[in-house]
């Protein structure tokens, strides 16, 4: 039996936008992994998803009509329960063969058709049938309910279908979208499926207004894409359109000249290709004197409210003009720019409102007003929470001061300096959000706050500071510009995760409605990439810190349960980092050995992990890997043990010879530890394996003598302690 392509295509209303795409992939991809359960199709099989604003559509290479029949072997029961002292069917077995469809009615030829083998200590019987393959019909019918049941539906509307004469009442349906057709071809053969009240047919609907036939009749499965394109103006591929929207942008802005670019937005090109059918990429201009608003406020406004892409000249400043993807391709287009051109330049001019009349306040005369502003009921309001990071910040730059060596007068001015931008800056960081700029774009919090401080007159640096505060806000976003930035920035994702860990607020499962992974990854390459010499137990110390007057507010049990929760931010903040560092690249092994040390200085951990790698790769590795897992077994059992060796205590040779091998190589390698070179000292370290192997070959460490096993023990111990400073060797033991 040959195979042929199977077209299925649901025709509905205008889909949301954000979701297209997704429900384009998954209706394909249910469906075909529906008909493969089914033996309807096999490896070889291509699909391809289609989706447009008011269509779902899945092409499925090499379908069969009907799936192959299947000998399936199925498990009955024990022989002894089957089968009595003389070999006869017990009843049991003749009601179970029976609910299986198998021929009974003479009992001794059904039972001599089954198969006996062993199963555990005992022997079952084992029935043999053909089950019979689906045929396209009814397996499609499945595959496309499920693949409609599990359909990624961001919210379900209920409408009702049109009324059957013949049938009383009315009959509601539960989709995205209102479904008005449905196309189910085998090649050219229409396969007779019902869903959501439709009967599959060949036809379906073009473009709204510029289709050149209604209905658009589809003669083939492979001729989906072509028949629609030519007869419904409509380009059916999501993936297909987007390319072609990015061509046409691209195009418009090399038109344009001067260096004009698109911006670079792939979520408002994901959106756009979902709202149109047939992209036409037009050129429309709003008047220069917006230009004077930042740049960043028409962006957003130009992207978020009309989707339009913003225009960029060559140094990646906003120019006066902007690309429209209309959906329609008029013989004169004037009119649709103009009415677009019509379109924005209230929004700009909202925008231009909001900024001059921010400006007519300073960011110092909003201070009192964050006390009004509520952040959490629990947390108390905005204006306290400024108060906090503003303490966190101050004893960030204490705990700088004391990290640098050596402390000069120029340092300590550098110091002083650094102290006075933090505590400006972070005293004004959240002001910003009693605008009203960011009360229409909150998008730009933090961003408008630096514009506003250059305009108040402010240092540049603090400037700067107020607008990264926020920095870095998702994956691969870059980190605060200057000190100053990085400390505000430390100390407010510091606050967010002490506060909201205190009071139990910790993100569970897919949810974490206040980004507190995302704070926690910034935390995390604020201590790493930004240069600071701090340790987390102190930094997250401080920070808790700094919620001391709250505290003193809360009844006794809620201050009990604040300070409870502290070391659960400490583990998250490890785990965080842990999952970060293994989609760098490195292996689970390499970042366990590193993290279960709990380093202190983040900023140490790539060379940490490099020096396990560098480590792992000589060979003695693997047999000091073993070996001081062996030993990390051992001091479990004894934790109260003494590092101290008494040299009189030692008998053995071997073990003599450890000790002496320890007081030549500890030494170097803890010096190279202290320098920072981490790779040197893992390297000096496994010079030991010879000794180590020969001592746990000759020497019995738990001796009788109790003098004997202490002393081994605590030579044992020193080991394990020189070893396992860069990072748990026994972590890399296989």
């Not at 008909?35 to 559509?57: C, E, Y």
């Not at 009959?171 to 189910?184: E, I, Q």
């Not at 050219?188 to 510029?210: I, N, W």
């Not at 096993?709 to 302690?721: E, P, V």
């Amino acid at each position: 039996m040959t195979t042929k392509n199977l077209l299925v295509e649901l025709f509905v209303e205008e889909l949301p936008p954000k979701a297209l795409k997704k429900l384009g992939d998954a209706f394909a991809t249910q469906l075909a992994d529906q008909l493969r359960a089914l033996g309807l199709i096999n490896g070889d099989s291509v699909t391809t998803a289609f989706a447009s604003p008011r269509r779902l559509a899945a092409h499925i290479s090499h379908v069969w009509l009907k799936a192959a029949d299947k000998a399936v072997q199925q498990k009955l029961m024990p022989v002894s329960v089957g089968l009595d002292a003389a070999g006869n069917a017990t009843p049991a077995l003749i009601k179970k063969l029976q609910a299986l469809g198998a021929d009974v009615s003479i009992p001794a030829v059904a039972v001599a058709a089954l198969k006996r083998a062993p199963d555990g200590k005992a022997e079952a019987l084992f029935y043999d049938s053909l089950v019979t393959g689906a045929t396209l019909d009814t397996g499609l019918q499945k595959a496309l309910e499920e693949a409609i049941a599990k359909l990624p539906i961001p919210k379900v509307m209920s409408y009702q279908l049109e009324r059957d004469c013949a049938l009383p009442g009315w009959s509601s349906v539960n989709f995205v979208r209102p479904a008005h057709g449905l196309v189910a071809l085998h090649g050219s053969t229409v396969v007779p499926v019902k869903v959501l009240g439709l009967t599959a047919g060949h036809t379906t609907q073009g473009h709204r207004f510029e289709a050149a036939v209604s209905p658009v009749v589809i003669a083939d499965a492979d001729a989906y894409a072509d028949t629609l394109r030519r007869d419904g103006a409509v380009i059916a591929s999501f993936t297909e359109r987007k390319a072609e929207i990015a061509r046409q942008l691209a195009a418009a802005a090399a038109k344009v000249g001067g260096g004009c670019k698109p911006i670079d937005d792939d979520a408002l090109l994901d959106e756009v290709t979902a709202l149109v059918e047939r992209p036409n990429v037009l050129v429309c201009q709003f008047e220069k004197e917006f230009l004077d608003v930042p740049q960043e406020c028409l962006i957003l406004t130009m992207k978020a409210n009309q989707k339009y892409f913003p225009l960029l000249d060559a140094t990646n400043k906003l120019t006066h003009q902007f690309l429209v993807v209309s959906n329609i391709s008029p013989s004169d287009p004037s009119f649709v720019i103009g009415g677009n051109e019509r379109v924005v330049r209230p929004r700009l001019a909202d925008a231009k409102f909001f900024f001059d009349q921010d400006r007519k306040k300073t960011l110092a005369s909003r201070v009192d007003g964050l006390a009004k502003v509520v952040y959490h009921n629990k947390l108390g309001t905005q204006g306290e929470r400024a108060q906090r990071v503003a303490a966190i910040a101050a004893l960030i730059v204490e705990q700088l001061r004391l990290a640098t060596v050596p402390y000069t007068v120029h340092a300590k001015e550098e110091m002083d300096v650094l102290a006075s931008k933090v505590q400006q800056a972070a005293t004004l960081a959240k002001t910003d959000l009693l605008t009203d700029m960011v009360g229409e774009f909150p998008e730009l919090q933090g961003i408008m706050g630096g514009y506003y401080a250059r305009h108040d007159g402010l240092r540049d640096g603090v400037a700067i500071a107020i607008e990264d505060h926020y920095k870095p806000r998702f994956a691969g976003d870059a980190l605060p510009r200057n000190h100053t930035g990085s400390v505000v920035a430390l100390a407010d994702k510091l606050e967010t995760l002490v506060g909201m860990f205190g009071i139990g607020n910790l993100p569970t499962g897919d949810k974490d409605p206040f980004a507190l992974r995302r704070h926690a990854l910034g935390v995390i390459r604020i201590l790493a990439e930004a240069d600071f010499s701090l340790n987390l137990d102190a930094v997250l110390a401080n920070a808790t810190k700094a919620f001391g007057f709250m505290l003193e507010l809360w009844p006794e049990k809620e201050r009990a349960d604040f300070v409870a929760h502290q070391p659960k931010l400490q583990d998250f903040i490890y785990d965080r980092l842990a999952g970060s560092l293994r989609e760098q690249g490195y292996s689970a092994q390499e970042v366990d050995a590193v993290l279960a040390l709990r380093p202190q200085r983040l900023g140490d951990v790539p060379k940490r992990l490099a020096a396990v790698r560098a480590f792992a790769a000589l060979p003695e590795a693997a047999a000091l890997a073993a070996a001081n897992k062996r030993i990390s077994n051992i001091l479990k059992k004894v934790p109260e043990v003494d590092a101290h060796v008494s040299e009189v205590l030692l008998h053995e040779p071997a073990e003599k010879a450890l000790y002496a091998a320890m007081q030549d190589v500890a030494p170097r390698a803890n010096a190279q530890f202290e320098a920072g070179d981490y790779t040197a000292s893992l390297q000096t370290l496994a010079a030991l394996r010879a000794v180590v192997d020969a001592f746990f070959d000759g020497v019995m460490v738990n001796a009788e003598a109790m003098d004997l096993r202490l002393n081994r023990q605590g030579l044992l111990k020193s080991l394990h302690a020189a070893m396992n400073r860069v990072a748990d060797l026994s972590r890399l033991a296989a």
